[in-house]
């Protein structure tokens, strides 16, 4: 009776011969579970191909000073000439061939809109599914290159673009995206960056291993792989970095990409694009397609190989694709990943405790670098009242009254122009609103020109009332808007901060360590990058990652290990050296007497029972 409760009677039926016959080949017991490694086999060989590196250390790129009759500085000058001296015309390379067709497109110089650098052309749907096809077929055989190979190419491509390409992309950096010289020498270190650290966070995850708790019965293997089909990289114009980190991150991990660059960097992408291909990165791997952006986010997400799509750009777009993508789910071989950084409303706010000499000039460089157009840039400011008159506001405008706004070639130049005509309408839309909104007061600037170039002054204006949209939506321009506190409000404003504000960066100025704590924790969940008594743009790959979540984008980070991940599809073996050949668990006490039963003169009588139990009928 007790060993029936435990073991049902139909243990007993022939369902045992399978495991008994494979034991029994091997002279075993019917229920061993283990077998001994010497009896079964020799030292067991490397079926599974997996590669180990040495970690290295990362060391960020030196920034080039540029100082007077310094190499670099005729170096630069020597590229600007030259590119001004001639129209480089772009073509659509896809599988290596370049197409130029009529190049009736310009890139022009967005502070010298009369002056143009490069001729290139759109992609049509047909050249668009071409390139979708050629990155397909690519990423099968690329996916199969070892990690160490892609990595030697990529350690050659950062030297490469730290040298030979280094003045070729900044110049043209400088010209058609309208950098000042050092925001372009920024910019260029921060590619470099990205093509050498990528890799070594790359060594860093091919070392990992699952857990191998018994490595003399088996040995598990993750095995990093690309995605199956292409990825669209659709790269913004303001970060010629960003936009080679866009295409090339996800060919690194063993994928094929379009990059589609925005209009007005198609020169320095194509630099960066050269420089690549000069490594080696194998044709097809990463098809350069400027295109209508209408046209391309149709073509690309109208394709069942849709992979993934890499982005960075307004969070109105990023909406726009992820609701094209859902819309066409069904029809998808895969899930497409959608990795996406948008802007947000950054912002800096000072506790009374705050040094206002640092306060004023990290604002001024966060809210005007770049004419206030990075992702990063500072749009907000939240003084307390006891501050703002006695420490902050006269600095604040008499810095921002001397800054310098002219031709980006200009070394003393703090800003150049906004970078197309539809920013410029953009800003001079707010600028007018401004104006004409009787609860903000333009403390400084206001005026804009397009008479040469797209330009806008550095304008600070005290907005009273923090349910405005200029207190909640990114500006990206050269307007900074203060809000002046009653030092009572100051946790009240806060929280209000935190259900209007979600920001990308924003940055925090106290010498309250007991604030500085709670500050950290109010602005958890709506700050991406949190800095403290510092400017909230400048961040620097693997020292800073970068992205945030809620409406300002995915929150991948790049600039991290963790952003790689997003371009792995990884797959996990198993390799047992141990045969398996048991049917039935230790617990189950199955009698040896099982082995004795004549299995070929047995009979189950399904129909003469007396009860739910099968019995064994002998004919004899």
């Known amino acids: 009776m007790a060993h029936g409760i435990v073991l049902n009677k139909r243990s007993a039926l022939l369902r045992l011969e399978a495991s008994t ?39 960020n790129e030196r920034m080039l000073q540029y100082k007077a009759g310094s190499d670099e500085r ?29 190049c009736e497109l310009a890139q022009i110089i967005p502070y010298n809109i009369e002056h143009f650098i490069a001729r290139y052309s759109h992609a049509n749907r047909e050249l668009i599914d071409r390139a979708i096809s050629s990155a397909t077929q690519a990423q099968q055989k690329w996916d199969k290159t070892t990690l160490r190979e892609r990595m030697a190419i990529w350690e050659k491509a950062a030297n490469l673009i730290a040298t030979k390409y280094r003045f070729k992309i900044v110049a043209a950096t400088m010209l058609g995206q309208g950098k000042t010289l050092c925001q372009a020498e920024m910019d260029l270190v921060e590619l470099v960056d990205f093509m050498r ?9 091919a070392n990992y291993e699952p857990v191998n708790g018994q490595p003399e019965s088996c040995r598990n293997h993750m095995v990093l792989r690309g995605l199956s089909g292409f990825v669209a990289a659709i790269s913004p114009f303001n970060y010629t970095s960003i936009a080679g980190n866009l295409a090339y ?38 098809n ?25 750009g307004t969070s109105a777009v990023l909406k726009l694709l992820w609701k094209m993508v859902g819309q066409r789910i069904d029809t998808y071989k895969n899930y497409p990943r959608l990795v996406g950084d948008c802007g947000g409303k950054n912002f800096h706010f000072l506790h009374p405790s705050a040094n206002p000499e640092v306060a004023v000039a990290c604002t001024v460089r966060a809210a005007f670098e770049y004419a206030g157009q990075k992702c990063s840039s500072c749009s907000m400011l939240y003084v307390p009242e006891s501050l703002w008159k006695t420490k902050i506001e006269k600095p604040l405008l008499r810095i921002t009254k001397r800054l310098f706004v002219s031709d980006a070639t200009y070394c003393d130049c703090f800003y150049s122009a906004l970078i197309d005509r539809k920013a410029y309408h953009r800003l001079f839309t707010y600028l007018k609103y401004i104006h004409n909104n009787s609860e903000c007061k333009m403390l400084i600037g206001g005026t804009c020109s397009k008479g040469r170039g797209y330009y806008v002054d550095p304008t600070i204006v005290l907005v009273e009332n923090l349910d405005d949209f200029l207190c909640k939506e990114e500006l990206l321009g050269p307007i900074l808007c203060v809000y002046v506190y009653q030092d009572e409000n100051l946790y ?25 704590r709670k500050a950290c924790e109010i ?13 909230c743009t400048g961040l620097m790959v693997g ?12 929150n991948e980070k790049l600039g991290s290990p963790q952003y790689l991940l997003r371009w792995t599809s990884p797959q996990v073996i198993k390799e047992s050296f141990v045969p398996h050949v048991n049917v039935y668990y230790p617990y189950m006490e199955i009698s040896d007497n099982i082995l004795n039963i004549n299995k070929e003169t047995t009979d189950v009588d399904y129909n003469n029972s007396d009860s739910d139990d099968y019995y064994i009928k002998n004919p004899e």
């Open 492 to 516: 009240r404003i806060m929280d209000k901060i935190t259900e209007v504000n979600h920001a990308l960066t924003a940055s925090i100025f106290a010498q309250d360590n007991q604030f500085i």
């Open 197 to 205: 650290i990528n890799p070594i966070f790359l060594r860093d995850l």
């Open 523 to 535: 602005f958890k969940s709506n700050v991406g990058n949190l800095n403290i008594n510092d400017k």
């Open 74 to 102: 005729n170096q630069v000058k020597a590229e600007l000439k030259a590119i001004l001296n001639k129209i480089e015309p772009v073509p659509i390379v896809i599988n290596g061939k370049e197409i130029f067709k009529k």
């Open 21 to 59: 016959k494979l034991a029994l080949s091997f002279n075993l017991p019917a229920f061993a579970r283990c077998f001994s490694i010497s009896s079964l086999r020799n030292c067991p060989v490397e079926n599974i191909i997996t590669e180990h590196f040495n970690m290295l250390p990362i060391q």
């Open 543 to 554: 020292q800073q990652p970068f992205g945030a979540g809620q409406l300002t984008g995915s």
């Open 288 to 312: 350069f397609v400027p295109a209508e952006p209408t046209i391309f986010s149709t073509a690309i997400t109208c394709n069942p190989d849709l992979a993934g799509i890499h982005f960075t």
């Open 249 to 286: 991150t996800p060919a690194l991990m063993g994928n094929a990409v379009l990059w589609k660059p925005s209009d007005s960097a198609v020169l320095s992408n194509w630099y960066v694009f050269q420089a690549m291909r000069e490594a080696g990165v194998p044709e097809g791997v990463v």
